[in-house]
């Protein structure tokens, strides 16, 4: 598989099916390109479909202090450039969504449409409130919140796996959303009055990390964005559905050509 450098980190990616349009999937933090399984099967007989692993993640790794969530998007590019792809789709799941959504605030023009699943990414607005003491007490209790609560023992098997993909990424989990957080990359939705990108939101009600009313705000307030509800399901639901978020994918993906 190859291999793309930029600013000192040697990042991995991989590329699969073929077709005129090309789909990008960024990756959370609890993933790497592995953790796409579902959707790269789904996607590949109806387009070049892109998986990569961020910088720090499983095959790209780098250290504590190279890790720089500003440089998502120039990595990003950097792969897109590299295979000649002027621009693409943009599926981003939770981290992955500070990918995406830096790429479409500040190069708007690598991004033809842009999922955003169970993720705020760079969207900040006064409407959109995160209940924050939640999810402290929620990460104090032990269980894996990338996961819907229930998810282990009605699918042992798929949580196995889930937690299998995440060892391959051999990183310290608390360095993401600190550097996250020291970055400082937020961007308020109303200064973007002329943002014109396609975009749809996913949540579901048993997320615990970004709760489905934080992300349908977000949603409401961005220009011309759309947002699903896939219920009772975790931060996860491409993990934990496929079968329904692929569909919710597909639905979106063919309005695009309306």
């Known amino acids: 598989m190859p291999y793309v450098t930029n600013e000192g980190v040697k990042l991995y990616y991989e590329v699969h099916g073929s077709g005129d349009q090309t789909v990008i999937l960024a990756h959370g933090m609890g993933g790497n390109a592995a953790i796409w399984f579902n959707q790269i099967a789904h996607l590949a007989p109806n387009y070049r479909v892109i998986a990569f692993d961020h910088r720090y993640f499983?095959?790209?790794?780098?250290?504590?202090?190279?890790?720089?969530?500003?440089?998502?998007?120039?990595?990003?590019?950097?792969?897109?450039?590299?295979?000649?792809?002027?621009?693409?789709?943009?599926?981003?799941?939770?981290?992955?969504?500070?990918?995406?959504?830096?790429?479409?605030?500040?190069?708007?023009?690598?991004?033809?449409?842009?999922?955003?699943?169970?993720?705020?990414?760079?969207?900040?607005?006064?409407?959109?409130?995160?209940?924050?003491?939640?999810?402290?007490?929620?990460?104090?209790?032990?269980?894996?919140?990338?996961?819907?609560?229930?998810?282990?023992?009605?699918?042992?098997p798929m949580a196995a796996l889930y937690g299998a993909i995440t060892r391959f990424n051999d990183i310290d989990n608390s360095v993401i959303s600190s550097k996250i957080g020291e970055a400082k990359l937020g961007v308020d939705i109303g200064s973007l009055t002329n943002y014109t990108i396609p975009t749809l939101f996913i949540t579901g009600d048993q997320d615990v990390l970004f709760e489905a009313n934080y992300i349908e705000a977000l949603a409401a307030a961005l220009p011309g964005a759309s947002c699903i509800n896939l219920g009772k399901v975790g931060h996860s639901s491409y993990f934990e559905l496929p079968g329904a978020f692929n569909q919710v994918l597909d639905e979106f993906l063919t309005g695009l050509d309306k």
């Open 58 to 156: 499983a095959r790209s790794p780098c250290s504590v202090e190279a890790f720089k969530p500003a440089l998502f998007p120039q990595d990003a590019m950097a792969i897109m450039d590299a295979e000649g792809i002027s621009s693409a789709i943009w599926i981003c799941q939770s981290m992955g969504g500070w990918t995406g959504s830096q790429l479409a605030v500040h190069h708007e023009e690598r991004v033809d449409a842009l999922v955003m699943s169970h993720t705020p990414g760079i969207f900040q607005h006064e409407s959109a409130r995160n209940d924050t003491v939640r999810l402290v007490e929620t990460l104090k209790s032990g269980h894996l919140p990338a996961l819907a609560a229930d998810f282990p023992e009605k699918n042992p």
